[in-house]
């Protein structure tokens, strides 16, 4: 298996100031290349590839030593293959018929990745192994930075990269043949059901609670973005209050993935089989504030609703769910979800009218009443179960 393996960095200040310019630079690398693509093209009709640029990279560096030439030469063609991937993405838009997106030049603190390809070419993770009580990854330019590694790496380093979010910096790793670590069976199988009141209703009725860590930061949020609006643009006052909203929107976004986690692991060591729906949430958060012609209903409501799903994190959950999952030998299986809040998990018998409430399922047919989650959770793990065996049977 190929997993990723996320450690914070903890360079010394001359350290930390050529992270800085090597991210610098390789966004100014990024920028150059778009604008040389968008030239070729705009005066001669000349269609610029990768190889045509990677190929003028080393007249680049003789020409910079003391800027480019100070960096891996695989991590700049890697920030070149990242514009190629960009700009293949847009075509692939174009082709499909959505909304194109051209790509964009990248401004200053929009470009916090570089990335080398291969343990050993500009890079080496472990590069003190000897070193008693901590672990270093050495990156060319910058010197051997110690790493907060609060976890053994397993498989074979394949790729390093650093990326940086708000004044911290982390290596991330690449790693293939990664070994599987199975866990007892279970012999039970289990359905989950999604939601904004419990993050997740299990078939057997238990409830995961959804923390609402956006919630629980409103208030904070709203007084740090208040204090940026009041800033002047450019000024170092502005700059200290972006850093501080940046701040609080990442321990938002650690504490949602703790929390997916935590929640992921206790379903994977309860059932050998997922079950789970297979839900549109980009169509589901879509704004319903229409248009002018034809202004949308309950924009407000669904606003707010639209918040709450998204605060949830159910597309982070079901990632991590999904890795764990093949991790641990477990099977996951998405399921359409239509009609399995209404369905009566008894007989089967369909009506909008049994949904009484968000939270109370009372059948018109059979009398049949449950909590409305576990109701729909039951019908979603029948319905999972069907196609199994109906895979198996084929």
């Not at 990723?4 to 360079?11: E, I, Q, V």
């Not at 929009?110 to 590069?127: I, M």
């Not at 089967?348 to 059948?363: D, I, P």
Request: glycine residues 8%; hydrophobic residues 40%; positive net charge.
């Amino acid at each position: 298996m190929r997993r990723s393996y996320k450690f914070l960095l903890r360079p010394t200040r001359r350290q930390e100031t050529a992270l800085a310019a090597c991210l610098e630079d390789h966004r100014q690398l990024y920028n150059a290349a778009l604008e040389h693509r968008r030239t070729a093209y705009a005066k001669a009709k000349v269609t610029i590839r990768y190889g045509d640029q990677s190929g003028e990279l080393k007249h680049i560096r003789a020409d910079d030593p003391d800027g480019q030439a100070r960096w891996s030469f695989s991590s700049q063609q890697a920030t070149l293959r990242r514009l190629d991937r960009a700009f293949r993405a847009f075509f692939d838009r174009v082709k499909a018929g959505r909304t194109p997106g051209f790509p964009r030049f990248k401004g200053r603190g929009r470009f916090t990745a570089a990335e080398w390809p291969k343990d050993g070419d500009g890079c080496r993770w472990d590069s003190q192994p000897d070193h008693p009580t901590a672990t270093f990854v050495r990156l060319q330019g910058v010197g051997h930075v110690r790493v907060h590694q609060h976890r053994p790496v397993k498989g074979r380093v394949k790729t390093i990269s650093v990326t940086r979010e708000g004044a911290r910096c982390y290596v991330v790793l690449s790693c293939d043949d990664v070994p599987a670590e199975p866990l007892p069976a279970t012999g039970a199988a289990g359905g989950i059901d999604m939601g904004v009141a419990s993050l997740v209703t299990t078939s057997d009725g238990e409830h995961l609670a959804n923390p609402r860590h956006l919630a629980a930061c409103a208030d904070r949020l709203a007084a740090a973005q208040r204090d940026l609006a009041r800033k002047k643009r450019g000024s170092n006052r502005r700059r200290e209050a972006v850093a501080k909203v940046a701040a609080l929107h990442a321990k938002v976004r650690r504490q949602r993935l703790d929390t997916a986690h935590k929640a992921a692991l206790a379903l994977v060591r309860a059932y050998d089989v997922i079950v789970h729906e297979d839900l549109r949430i980009a169509n589901m958060t879509r704004s319903a504030s229409g248009t002018v012609e034809a202004p949308g209903h309950n924009v407000a409501a669904k606003s707010g609703l639209n918040k709450s799903i998204l605060d949830a994190g159910w597309g982070v959950f079901l990632r991590v769910l999904a890795y764990k999952a093949e991790s641990a030998g477990r099977e996951v299986i998405a399921v359409n979800p239509a009609n399995t809040s209404r369905r009566c998990a008894e007989c089967g018998h369909v009506a909008a009218e049994n949904r009484v409430t968000q939270a109370v399922f009372r059948c018109r047919a059979c009398g049949h009443a449950a909590h409305a989650d576990v109701n729909g959770a039951v019908n979603i793990r029948g319905a999972g179960l069907a196609l199994r065996q109906a895979a198996q049977a084929a």
